[in-house]
């Protein structure tokens, strides 16, 4: 298994370009999120998602677009990047059984807006 | 709302134990948990105890989770230079599959 892989790892963009981030899991899992981590401020939930076809908003969604197509892709979008974006993007995975959520994280993606 | 606190940074010589504090306000929460997080990675899963146990251990690691003043802490014993990393505390509270961090605490190991 691969687990959960994420493209591109390093990216730059210029203020107002778009981007795809690409995120996919092969570990059959329901669950999918995206985060954001920047210095000291731990991680921040963009979007998740808990099966194909369904995406809900986390903590600080604005700017970004999310789609689950299928179970195993989650690809975040960012339209019109903005120098508030520059930060290291997590995508994971996981299953909630009983309210055991344990959490699978791909390497990251950092992106820096300029 | 859930909120979860770590302090930022915690500094040990090697052989010594570290303890890593964590609170958290969601009391319905069923799972806390805690992940590593080595540099240019990304986050690991440590351990997780079920709020109904006091302590968990596992090898060098010991979880004790106090429910009442709502505090969880890791502790490492026999730290070693591999252990540094930053490590956070995250509980599931009342979230359908969501979990909220904390800002994350730098363990940093001397030798």
């Known amino acids: 298994n691969a687990g959960v892989t994420q493209t591109p790892k390093f990216r730059i963009l210029k203020i107002g370009q778009s981007m795809t981030l690409q995120c996919a899991q092969d570990m059959n899992h329901n669950y999918m999120y995206w985060y954001r981590q920047d210095p000291g401020m731990g991680l921040k939930l963009i979007y998740y998602s808990v099966g194909a076809g369904i995406t809900d908003k986390g903590e600080v969604p604005n700017g970004y677009n999310v789609s689950r197509s299928t179970t195993e892709d989650f690809p975040l979008r960012l339209e019109l990047a903005a120098p508030s974006q520059t930060s290291v993007y997590f995508c994971?995975?996981?299953?909630?059984?009983?309210?055991?959520?344990?959490?699978?994280f791909g390497p990251g993606t950092r992106l820096t807006v300029t | 709302g859930e909120d979860v606190e770590q302090s930022l940074f915690l500094s040990v010589r090697e052989g010594d134990s570290s303890v890593i504090n964590c609170t958290y306000t969601d009391s319905s929460s069923t799972y806390l948990y805690w992940y590593k997080q080595e540099p240019g990675a990304g986050l690991q899963l440590l351990t997780y105890?079920?709020?109904?146990?006091d302590m968990k251990q596992d090898q060098r690691l010991t979880v004790l989770l106090n429910k009442k003043d709502k505090h969880l802490s890791l502790r490492i014993a026999d730290t070693q230079t591999g252990d540094s990393a930053i490590y956070f505390c995250?509980?599931?509270?009342?979230?359908?599959?969501?979990?909220?961090f904390g800002q994350g605490t730098e363990l940093s190991v001397k030798p």
């Open positions: 995250a509980e599931s509270g009342n979230q359908g599959g969501k979990l909220i």
């Open positions: 105890i079920f709020s109904n146990m």
């Open positions: 994971a995975s996981g299953r909630n059984l009983a309210g055991e959520t344990e959490q699978y």
